[in-house]
């Protein structure tokens, strides 16, 4: 049902990118697994960067928040051993939006973010959340999310 519903989406999950720092990508505990903030990095390794509400637009913002959850994705696939199915839900995500002080729309920037979880995985997809405005993210990236997934 996974494959089919990302088929539908027309999501590709990409190989995981590797961490930029000194962390690990994801980390198990019990039935939890904690994906790192990811960054919104295509798969041929272009980065969206910017301010929100300066150099780039709401909708901007909005890709960026599908290449970050899409990451997410392929950071949960490599800690499951390939097998997505075996995730019983997401638990929260947290949206970090690189925007200028007078920009109040994160909300809008992270919700395609928590509409692809929810696709993907239907009802085990929904999410609680935050979604929080900071003025600079690692790389100069314009969104960082990171998420919680119950195994």
Request: glycine share 8%; with cysteine; net charge positive.
């Amino acid at each position: 049902m996974l494959d089919e519903n990302l088929k539908n989406l027309k999501i590709e999950i990409p190989i995981a990118p590797s961490p930029v720092g000194a962390y690990v990508a994801y980390k198990k505990t019990n039935n939890l697994i904690f994906i790192s903030g990811q960054l919104p990095i295509s798969p041929d390794g272009k980065m969206i960067k910017g301010k929100i509400g300066k150099d780039l637009s709401l909708e901007d913002g909005q890709k960026a928040s599908r290449l970050c959850v899409i990451n997410i994705l392929a950071q949960l696939k490599k800690a499951l051993n390939g097998d997505l199915n075996k995730t019983k839900g997401c638990v929260k995500i947290t949206g970090y939006v690189n925007s200028t002080d007078d920009f109040i729309d994160q909300p809008k920037v992270i919700n395609p973010a928590s509409e692809i979880i929810s696709k993907v995985f239907n009802e085990k997809g929904k999410h609680s959340r935050a979604a929080v405005s900071t003025n600079s993210l690692p790389l100069g990236a314009a969104v960082e999310i990171d998420a919680i997934f119950e195994i």
